[in-house]
Antibody, heavy 117, light 107 residues
Framework: QVQLVQSGAELKKPGASVRVSCTASGNTFTPYDINWVRQAPGQGLEWVGWINPNSNTGYAQNFQGRVTISRATSIGTVYMDLNSLRSEDTAVYYC???????????WGQGTMVTVSS | EILLTQSPGTLSLSPGERATLSCRASQSVRSNYLAWYQQKPGQAPRLLIYGASSRSTGIPDRFSGSGSGTDFTLTISRLEPEDFAVYYCHHYGFGRDSFGQGTRLEI
């Protein structure tokens, strides 16, 4: 049973960058497609982007140029880097495992990123 | 990107009643790659339905999904107290995912 464990909460100033990690525990021998989704306080879900086992990536239009998703397969970890942070980026960021045809079957616990001066 | 519009925004019902949630897409959803999630306060979303109508592992059979093309429905046949939460639909699978804005199901 795969579980996704994310890094801890972050407090950043406007203009800074943040890195959030997502590590698979359980079956780490098979790399998966991993997606990132964020949720601003009191708001809905917003898709950020994805990475597949070959490290091909895709990003939502709203984040193009500001987000980079990468992976370190040997340690079963995926990273999301978001730069030029602004207050509107304050949100909980989730990683989620995508299974073909089955959508996002497993989610991380979420990482709160707060952007404030 | 496919835009998903959920209705109603809030649905007020009582335990034992039937709930019907709607999700309308701005264009036809290929392969019926439409999922539904349940989210409770302080928790990550939980996958209920994928492929428009297939229940995910461990999901009770009071949850059912239907629809195709641009119109999809999540039905909860008899509401249990633990079903009161926010529900999201999700278009997936082609690298341009999108979510609906959510329906809050309240007592």
């Amino acid at each position: 049973q795969v579980q996704l464990v994310q890094s801890g909460a972050e407090l950043k100033k406007p203009g800074a960058s943040v890195r959030v990690s997502c590590t698979a525990s359980g079956n780490t021998f098979t790399p998966y497609d991993i997606n990132w989704v964020r949720q601003a306080p009191g708001q809905g879900l917003e898709w950020v982007g994805w990475i597949n086992p070959n490290s091909n990536t895709g990003y939502a239009q709203n984040f193009q140029g500001r987000v980079t998703i990468s992976r370190a397969t040997s340690i079963g970890t995926v990273y999301m880097d978001l730069n030029s942070l602004r207050s509107e980026d304050t949100a909980v960021y989730y990683c989620a495992r995508f299974e073909v045809g089955r959508a996002f079957t497993t989610w991380g616990q979420g990482t709160m990123v707060t952007v404030s001066s | 990107e496919i835009l998903l519009t959920q209705s109603p925004g809030t649905l007020s019902l009582s335990p034992g009643e039937r709930a019907t949630l709607s999700c309308r897409a701005s264009q036809s959803v290929r392969s019926n790659y439409l999922a539904w999630y349940q989210q409770k306060p302080g928790q990550a979303p939980r996958l209920l339905i994928y492929g428009a109508s297939s229940r995910s592992t461990g999901i009770p059979d009071r949850f059912s999904g239907s629809g195709s093309g641009t119109d999809f429905t999540l039905t909860i046949s008899r509401l249990e107290p633990e079903d009161f939460a926010v529900y999201y639909c999700h278009h997936y699978g082609f690298g341009r995912d999108s979510f609906g804005q959510g329906t809050r199901l309240e007592i």
